[in-house]
């Protein structure tokens, strides 16, 4: 009774547990491409846009708190998103998770801490097959590796990436079911080409014999008709010519070819799965090409990165005080000349500081490029609302002053480093009526224009 007791117990266990079986390996049925998704050269160049872009992306730690924002104020924190493990480098190991996420839509980050529970090494989980475990009511995720070996780990000791994510409660959708009809049409017009071009070296001629003849007697035969009338060097000018003995016939190979129309059609339909196309595929895309290849693939890809990893890497109490992970893409790096040449209307305005402007252009920082500047014509409004309040207490005659200053400092402005603050000052008093108009004010102004020239 014990036994059947221990049986019933394991299928009420089995009926617990959820298995997701990765494409790396054989499914349930047999097909001509094997099942493994990146030995096609077709599905590899589409999702390598992806792959590549998200190598690209760069981690960064923020914290905002009332001292204001820092960046990467955490060196052990950067150190892990630039060198996740001793084996990989930041890049290598994004474009090998996104490898694995485009051909699984799941892809599995192993977080290794120290007995402090601080988080020290990343670790890609390549595994062939995971399984849903509970154990003592806590989710783990039990994996299989290519070895054989399996390991289980806790979900929250995981970085979990996925995509397609629809029926079920922790896996993405696997892309093989949908994927399986279009490769095994790919397979099969691979196949069709190979064969018809074994095809073209078969037997183009047939000799009839109409007489009983010995096997070595046919041999040589066919061998002297081939080198009188089929080679190359024959002097018959390819002129057969045979006698009542036997009858020469021509035969034509009609093997089929796949019409390229059809297989174009069916190549477009893996780059709409994989949401690219030609253009991204053969590096032949322009700046607007690729930035809604961006939108579309990379961008989602990157904020997925930085919610997960913030959620997994911090606790709740550090995510409460302003810490998170952002995955930052150089997407402007993509960008015409033309554009980039305009953002130093965002640089002349503080907008960007001069070394951001320079990382799109890719040149090197300079020092104080991380400080933001703005030109002198775009401080003339906040200097004028000075000017207008000083303004409200002085009379009609003297506001007629103060208008003058004014007209004369947005001159200077136009004329460049010809004229400054001070002369502009001066010189707008003069032609409002002389310094007296001023009332005492101009050591005033004169020090509000030396602020605004500051």
Same mark, same amino acid.
């Given at each position: ?12 266990? @089995?009926?617990? @547990?959820?298995?997701?079986?990765m494409v ?6 047999y ?11 077709i ?6 846009p ?8 760069i ?15 955490d ?25 694995q ?17 601080k ?56 892309p093989?079911?949908?994927l ?23 037997? =183009? ?13 046919? @041999? ?28 020469a016939?021509?035969?034509e190979?009609k ?19 994989f ?38 890497l ?10 998170r992970?952002?995955?930052e893409a ?18 002349d =305005? ?43 207490a ?24 010809g004229m400054?603050? =001070? ?8 032609a409002?009526?002389g310094?007296a ?9 004169l ?8």
């Amino acid at each position: 009774m014990g036994f059947f007791r221990r049986r019933k117990a394991m299928k009420a266990e @089995k009926a617990d @547990k959820s298995v997701m079986q990765m494409v790396t390996t054989y499914g349930e049925h047999y097909y001509s491409w094997n099942g493994k998704l990146y030995d096609s050269d077709i599905v590899r160049a589409c999702i390598r846009p992806k792959v590549k872009a998200a190598g690209k992306l760069i981690g960064k730690h923020i914290r905002t708190d009332a001292g204001g924002l820092k960046v990467n104020p955490d060196a052990n924190i950067r150190f892990l998103l630039s060198e996740p493990n001793p084996f990989m480098t930041g890049q290598q190991f994004q474009e090998k998770v996104a490898t694995q996420l485009c051909l699984n839509n799941n892809a599995f980050i192993l977080i290794v801490r120290d007995i402090n529970g601080k988080p020290m090494q990343l670790y890609p989980i390549p595994c062939v097959m995971c399984e849903t475990k509970y154990v003592n009511d806590e989710l783990c995720l039990k994996f299989q590796y290519r070895n054989g070996k399996t390991g289980t780990f806790l979900y929250d000791q995981i970085i979990h990436l996925r995509q397609d994510f629809n029926e079920h409660d922790i896996f993405g959708e696997s892309p093989a079911p949908a994927l399986s009809s279009m490769m095994e049409v790919i397979g099969t017009i691979d196949q069709g080409i190979v064969k018809a071009i074994r095809n073209s070296g078969i037997v =183009r001629w047939l000799l009839t014999f109409t007489s009983a003849m010995r096997p070595e007697d046919i @041999k040589k035969n066919v061998k002297e008709f081939v080198d009188n009338y089929l080679s190359v060097e024959s002097d018959t000018f390819g002129a057969a010519g045979v006698d009542s003995k036997a009858t020469a016939t021509r035969i034509e190979p009609k093997d089929y070819v796949p019409n390229a129309l059809q297989t174009k059609e069916t190549i477009n339909r893996i780059y709409s799965f994989f949401n690219t196309n030609e253009k991204i595929v053969q590096s032949r895309w322009t700046e607007d090409d690729w930035n809604a290849y961006y939108e579309a693939e990379v961008e989602p890809l990157a904020v997925q990165m930085g919610e997960t990893y913030s959620v997994r890497l911090f606790s709740r109490r550090e995510r409460g005080c302003g810490n998170r992970i952002v995955f930052e893409a150089s997407n402007l790096q993509c960008a015409s000349l033309q554009s980039k040449l305009a953002m130093q209307a965002m640089v002349d =305005r503080g907008a960007m500081t001069p070394n951001e402007w320079r990382a799109v252009m890719n040149m090197a920082p300079v020092e104080g490029g991380d400080q933001p500047i703005r030109r002198l014509d775009t401080q003339v409004v906040a200097m004028a609302e000075r000017l207008l309040g000083m303004a409200e207490a002085l009379d009609t005659g003297k506001m007629e002053a103060m208008a003058g200053v004014m007209v004369k400092l947005l001159e200077a402005v136009r004329a460049g480093p010809g004229m400054s603050f =001070r002369e502009a000052v001066l010189t707008g008093a003069g032609a409002a009526g002389g310094q007296a108009a001023l009332d005492g004010r101009e050591e005033g102004l004169l020090e509000t224009a030396e602020r605004g020239e500051g």
